[in-house]
């Protein structure tokens, strides 16, 4: 295995988790400033008033994008595996 091989599959590797979770971060991200300035605005400072839309924001995002980052990471897996027998010489 060379040098160039095994950075190539870390950056795949890097680059699925990107695909994976960035979606679902980004969303947390965006619910959780709106939850936070809604919080400053009305001087509420209940914790699950922050926790609770992000929950449920979450599981819908699953959903949604569920499907799809199944495929990505079932295409990933197939490219390491089909790399598999040239990268144990």
Known sequence: ?????ALAVG???LWT???LAGP????ILVVGVVVGL?????SIQ???LSFVPKLICLVVALFVLGSWQTVVFIDFFRRL????PS???
């Open 17 to 19: 988790g990107i695909l």
């Open 81 to 84: 595996i089909e790399l598999g």
């Open 24 to 27: 679902l971060l980004l969303l």
């Open 11 to 13: 950056r795949d590797a």
């Open 1 to 5: 295995m060379e040098i160039i091989d």
């Open 46 to 48: 209940e914790m699950t």
């Open 38 to 42: 809604f919080q400053a605005a009305t």
């Open 87 to 89: 990268l144990v010489q």
